[in-house]
């Protein structure tokens, strides 16, 4: 499945791409402290490799401007027997190269997967979760448009070896209307 924006694809992962993903998370990695982002191409391959052995997990990678600057996926997809074809999906694993980051690329990346939850899909919920110390992302995700709906204490091991705290959010179908008008002004101000 390749989902695809004015300025951003979203198109599968796979082995092959994994140079380009090392050559993008090669950049900066300040930002990299509450997250697991490969470094090298033996740990890349590993990460790519694992993500693509999940079978409840639709991985990509992300492409602004022909360049792959990182990758997302939907995970956790959930079937409740209701005739949808999900009904609940996580979006996460999210990662971007140094120079991709406060630009328009994880806006419009997060409007493609949104618009394919919720229209292409007909989800009822889409969720998102992050470390509750990464202050950086919890931002990110409440200007999506997402509620919190709590923190999950001592949920699984966190990046930097320890035991994480996790901030859950959500999107529920009866939000996504203006969930999406407001991710279209964002990057109509970003463009």
């Known amino acids: 499945m390749n ?16 140079p380009e993903l090392v050559l993008a998370a090669s950049e900066s990695r300040a930002s990299y402290g509450f997250a697991v982002v490969p470094v090298d191409e033996p ?10 052995g999940d079978p409840r997990s639709v991985p990509f990678v992300t492409v602004a401007d022909g360049r792959v600057v990182g990758s997302t996926r939907f995970a956790v997809l959930e079937r409740w027997d209701t005739g949808a074809v999900w009904d609940g999906v996580e979006i996460g694993w999210t990662w971007l190269a140094a120079s991709a980051q406060r630009t328009a690329v994880n806006t419009e990346a997060k409007l493609l997967m949104l618009t394919q939850a919720f229209e292409g899909w007909g989800v009822r919920r889409v969720t998102l979760k992050t470390d509750v110390r990464n202050a950086r992302s919890r931002a990110a995700i409440v200007r999506l448009g997402a509620k ?26 009866d939000e996504w209307t203006a969930v999406r008008a407001n991710l279209e002004e964002r990057l109509r101000i970003l463009r």
Do not use: C, N, Q
Request: proline residues 4%; glycine residues 10%.
């Open 148 to 173: 919190l709906d709590g923190i999950l204490r001592a949920h699984m091991p966190a990046s930097d070896g320890g035991v994480r705290d996790s901030a859950f959010y959500s999107i529920l179908s």
């Open 3 to 18: 989902l695809l924006g004015r300025g951003v694809a979203l198109e599968p992962l796979t082995v092959a791409r994994v």
């Open 43 to 52: 740990s890349m391959r590993a990460w790519v490799e694992t993500a693509l």
